[in-house]
């Protein structure tokens, strides 16, 4: 290999915006603001979400931001700062540093992730789990 995941997380970081839990906090449920949630859904059912975050797994982020994609979701062009999270700031740092790529200007992600969101105290919801349908007999 020529990069590791290690590496390409390092040079993310180098380039993108990190805002500490205190700074994320302080931005939180700004109308200016939408926190985007880059987990996947396992992981929010299992651990929480933060208030507000709207979830975009990061397989698909690419796709609904650009609005030139079939994916594109009206959400991704409004004009906000998108403060992306993960768990630890490795995937959500990966994904803001594609989303500039993209040309994406007001773009940020939360250094230490979900988890350090939630050791510091701020607040977290439980997400509803989806029931399996029971299945049907032809």
């Known amino acids: 290999m020529k990069k590791t995941a290690k590496s390409l997380v390092d040079e993310a970081m180098a380039q993108v915006t990190t805002y500490t839990v205190e700074q994320a906090r302080a931005l939180h ?11 996947d859904v396992r992981e929010l059912e299992h651990e929480g979400v933060i208030p507000g975050a709207v979830h975009a797994p990061r397989g698909m982020l ?3 931001f650009d609005p030139e994609s079939p994916y594109h979701r009206d959400l991704f062009a409004q004009d906000k700062e998108y403060v992306l999270f993960c768990a630890a700031g490795w995937r959500s740092a ?17 250094g230490g992730g979900f988890t350090a969101w939630k050791a510091a105290g701020a607040p977290t919801e439980v ?3 989806k029931a399996a349908k029971p299945a049907t007999r032809d």
Request: charged residues 25%; without cysteine.
């Open 29 to 39: 449920a700004h109308p200016g603001v939408q926190f985007v949630d880059v987990r």
């Open 62 to 64: 690419e796709f609904w």
């Open 94 to 110: 990966l994904a803001t540093k594609a989303l500039m790529d993209m040309g994406l200007e007001r773009v940020a992600h939360v």
């Open 127 to 129: 997400k509803p789990v």
